[in-house]
């Protein structure tokens, strides 16, 4: 599966983004998706999981009640709807699939196949 992820921007803090991550090669639903991102200076981190669709959804305490995950089966796409962001919130932010168990689901290395990056900054 290939990904392609969109969507980053600059906005102020408060404001919202999208970010898209569309696949190609593979059916999205057939695949755990999560979302990182990495800060300069800082290691990557997962931001949120979705499991395979119609599965549940998990999200970093960084982000929860901020963010949302979902998926257009139709056009093989996942989203992750950010709002409320804060300066925090400014990263690089990627799209990863794979198919790692519930206990590893946070861990970048269990996924296989990743989005280019899209960089998000939050300022005002």
């Known amino acids: 599966v290939q990904l392609q992820a969109s969507g980053g921007g600059l906005v102020q803090p408060g404001d919202s983004l999208r970010l898209s991550c569309t696949a190609s090669?593979?059916?999205?639903?057939?695949?755990?998706v999560a979302w990182f991102r990495q800060a300069p200076g800082k290691e990557r981190e997962a931001v949120s999981v979705s499991r395979r669709s119609g599965g549940m959804t998990y999200y970093a305490d960084s982000v929860k009640g901020r963010f949302t995950v979902s998926r257009d089966n139709a056009k093989n796409t996942a989203y992750l709807q950010m709002n409320s962001l804060k300066e925090d919130d400014t990263a690089v932010y990627y799209c990863a699939a794979g198919v790692p168990i519930l206990s590893a689901q946070w861990e970048s290395r269990n996924y296989r196949a990743w989005g280019q990056g899209t960089q998000v900054t939050v300022s005002s």
């Open positions: 090669g593979a059916t999205l639903n057939s695949y755990v």
